[in-house]
T-cell receptor, first 114, second 115 residues
Framework: AQSVTQPDIHITVSEGASLELRCNYS??????LFWYVQSPGQGLQLLLK??????LVQGIKGFEAEFKRSQSSFNLRKPSVHWSDAAEYFC????????????FGGGTRVLVKP | SQTIHQWPATLVQPVGSPLSLECTVE??????LYWYRQAAGRGLQLLFY??????ISSEVPQNLSASRPQDRQFILSSKKLLLSDSGFYLC??????????????FGPGTRLTVT
């Protein structure tokens, strides 16, 4: 069975600084990987996804993620954080099985200091 | 374009009362549909998914049930709520099929508080 680990529960970053969120996955086949963002009290919005090909994936809101098969990682990065990036971020892996199920990590809450 | 609706947005219910949460999707046909629960300070737990009308798969044994009476309608129910049913319930949809490559799109969620 697949699993996803997000080692950092909380991260505090200053506005304008860079951000990196870690994600490690466990999956026996080629993974389909996703990053979602959730603002307080809201649903989840897809930031980016990786299926195959180029291991550096560009997403919305200036985010990017890099797939490293050797490290089973899919870390999310943003060069310069804005106050509006304060939210919770979830990494997920897709299962090649009935129903197209996703397994989510526990999430990382990002706080942005002015 | 596709949209997903959930209602109600918030709900406060006493222990032992019934529950019905509704999710509808517009602008797509034969979607896969999902119910998740997000407890306070925790990640998302998949509760049910459906690949078609009347086809429901349960991921976690619990006090809840799901039904899909129409192609784009997904309902989460309970006959008697427990305190532990409190949480944020999210409905999601993805394209039809059984592959793992389709991203899921989430609704705005329902905040359920059981008192």
């Amino acid at each position: 069975a697949q699993s996803v680990t997000q080692p950092d529960i909380h991260i505090t970053v200053s506005e304008g600084a860079s951000l990196e969120l870690r994600c490690n996955y466990s999956y026996g086949a080629t993974p389909y990987l996703f990053w979602y963002v959730q603002s307080p009290g809201q649903g989840l919005q897809l930031l980016l996804k990786y299926f195959s090909g180029d291991t550096l994936v560009q997403g919305i809101k200036g985010f990017e993620a890099e797939f490293k098969r050797s490290q089973s990682s899919f870390n999310l990065r943003k060069p310069s954080v804005h106050w509006s990036d304060a939210a919770e971020y979830f990494c997920a892996v897709g299962a090649w099985a009935a129903g197209n199920k996703l397994t989510f990590g526990g999430g990382t809450r990002v706080l942005v200091k002015p | 374009s596709q949209t997903i609706h959930q209602w109600p947005a918030t709900l406060v219910q006493p222990v032992g009362s019934p529950l019905s949460l509704e999710c509808t999707v517009e602008g797509t046909s034969n979607p896969n549909l999902y119910w998740y629960r997000q407890a306070a300070g925790r990640g998302l737990q998949l509760l049910f998914y459906s690949v078609g009308i009347g086809q429901i798969s349960s991921e976690v044994p619990q006090n809840l049930s799901a039904s899909r009476p129409q192609d784009r309608q997904f309902i989460l129910s309970s006959k008697k709520l427990l305190l532990s049913d409190s949480g944020f319930y999210l409905c999601a949809w993805s394209g039809p099929g059984q592959g793992g490559s389709d991203e899921q799109y989430f609704g705005p969620g329902t905040r359920l508080t059981v008192t």
